[in-house]
């Protein structure tokens, strides 16, 4: 897997896999994040690839991986583990879905990393990604 390079006075050279888990569990209880959304954050060029990345590390360690939807709010299929565990999860944790399935966007997107961490990561510290 290549590294990241990140730009000096940063935290040093990370793998992407380092970049999306260090962004997911950022994720506030009670919100969520898109693929999408972790994939621009991490500087990947593809939100499949945040999803490949979970399904390489499985579903069991430390990271809230119950908090990455589809950008349409849905809940993605994924392989050996039920829809209706993250379903249940997200539930405890107070996000709205409604009864097709789809998280409300609107009230628990996450809004991403704070201005620090974007600085550190070359992003832009005022962009605000929704989808």
Do not use: C
Not at 60 to 75: F, T
Not at 78 to 90: D, F, H, I, S, T
Not at 102 to 128: C, F, N, T, Y
């Amino acid at each position: 897997m290549r590294a990241v390079l990140l730009p000096s006075g940063s935290m040093g050279t990370k793998t992407p896999h380092q970049v999306v888990f260090e962004l997911i569990a950022m994720i506030p209880n009670g919100y969520v994040a898109s693929y999408a959304q972790i994939a621009r954050f991490a500087g990947l060029s593809n939100p499949r690839q945040v999803g490949q990345l979970l399904k390489k590390e499985g579903f069991d360690g430390e990271i809230p991986w119950h908090r990455v939807v589809r950008a349409d709010g849905m809940i993605a299929e994924r392989p050996g583990q039920a829809p209706a565990v993250q379903y249940r999860r997200l539930l405890a944790e107070g996000v709205a879905i409604s009864n097709a399935g789809r998280v409300d966007m609107a009230s628990h997107q996450w809004a991403g990393p704070d201005p620090d961490w974007r600085l550190a990561h070359g992003s832009d510290p005022e962009d605000v990604f929704t989808a």
